[in-house]
């Protein structure tokens, strides 16, 4: 009797401290990093793409999306189209609540400014546009430049791709020609202009202290840049197709990069030196973005996949599958809840983060 009583004692006891919903919990939520150690710290908690449900759409109709980028607030994200208009949604709700419209073609680059009421616009007609975000519409020419209200022709060949420093004073412009210009975003002029031989950029990126640009070129090299004296940094070169994609981690020690060749590349953003290729994809990478604690990267192509990455390992943890066309743009908000990806059929999906604590 003693035993059967023992014996009953265990089962209850062991019932008692399964959690009731592991089971669910684990076919719920993906962790995008796999182990932990150290302290419960906020630089050791787990991100958690939650897969129990659908993530938010949104819509630009007959649009195909070649650019985003979320407020400093992470309550609107931008996004510029083929169709020469750059869209503006309500992250919360989903809406668009307002679209720009003074392009005469592409717009291949959106940028916040980083008190968020500015936005800017680089574009196929070889303009930049600024915006006042509140009102939506077209700022004045920059005090004392040359421009022309309210578009700035910023070259005679077309693409622009666009960043503001972080400190919000400076607007780097990377043109197909090969050129970059950087300028005072309180007097509007020109402090200088940056050449590379005519050899075409795709991208450019600020590092996070504000100090380096990135760039990404047609050759297939990437090139990091000193702002202040315009001096050439970097030629990173791992012998491939045109680069589409560069991104700094949030620490500025990691420099990513995404080309034609499929192929993601983490350098070091110092040394030059490459750290891994991340080959999963098999298609044009057209876009990277590093989690806001620098630990997760998203990488975008045309295979029309979203695929997530641990920077520290390399390893592959996540493939996002619900686009039908090629993703062109991933970006991470700033408060780090939301990733984004949009693609070529005007469709961003938003996918929402939890923090493990």
């Not at 020469?84 to 949604?89: E, G, H, N, Q, S």
């Not at 430049?145 to 622009?160: G, L, Q, R, Y």
């Not at 005072?184 to 100090?211: C, H, M, Y």
């Not at 996540?318 to 949009?342: C, E, M, W, Y």
Request: proline residues 4%; positive net charge.
């Amino acid at each position: 009797m003693r035993k059967t009583l023992t014996l009953i004692l265990a089962i209850a006891l062991t019932v008692c401290v399964i959690p009731q919903n592991s089971a669910a919990q684990n076919t719920q939520d993906l962790h995008l990093q796999h182990s932990r150690e150290g302290s419960e710290d906020e630089t050791n908690r787990l991100w958690v793409v939650k897969t129990d449900t659908k993530p938010r759409k949104m819509v630009a109709r007959w649009q195909n999306i070649l650019s985003i980028a979320f407020s400093p607030d992470s309550k609107t994200l931008a996004a510029g189209t083929v169709r020469d208009t750059v869209y503006l949604w309500n992250v919360q709700t989903g809406k668009s609540f307002r679209k720009l419209t003074v392009h005469k073609s592409s717009v291949v680059s959106v940028a916040f400014s980083p008190d968020g009421k500015t936005l800017v616009s680089g574009c196929f007609d070889k303009t930049l546009v600024l915006w006042d975000t509140k009102t939506g519409k077209s700022l004045p020419p920059l005090i004392g430049h040359i421009f022309d209200p309210p578009i700035i022709p910023v070259s005679n060949v077309a693409a622009s791709y666009v960043a503001f420093s972080p400190d919000g004073k400076t607007l780097a412009s990377a043109i197909n020609d090969g050129s970059i210009y950087l300028l005072d975003t309180q007097t509007g002029k020109r402090i200088k202009t940056v050449a590379l031989n005519w050899v075409p950029f795709t991208s450019i990126a600020f590092s996070p202290e504000g100090s380096r640009l990135a760039t990404g070129s047609n050759d297939g090299t990437v090139h990091t840049w000193d702002v202040q004296s315009g001096t050439h940094l970097l030629n990173l070169d791992k012998k491939g197709n045109q680069v589409k994609c560069v991104a700094f981690s949030p620490d500025g020690k990691i420099l990513a990069s995404g080309d034609l060749d499929s192929i993601v590349v983490l350098w070091d953003a110092v040394s030059g030196e490459m750290l891994r290729t991340l080959e999963a994809h098999r298609d044009i990478v057209n876009s990277v973005a590093f989690s806001p604690d620098g630990k997760i990267l998203a990488s975008g192509s045309d295979d029309r996949t979203v695929m997530l990455w641990e920077v520290s390992t390399g390893k592959q943890l996540r493939t996002l599958k619900r686009h039908r066309k090629d993703v062109q743009a991933v970006a991470f908000s700033p408060n780090g809840k939301i990733l984004a990806s949009a693609s070529q059929g005007g469709i961003v999906y938003l996918w929402d983060l939890t923090v493990d604590k």
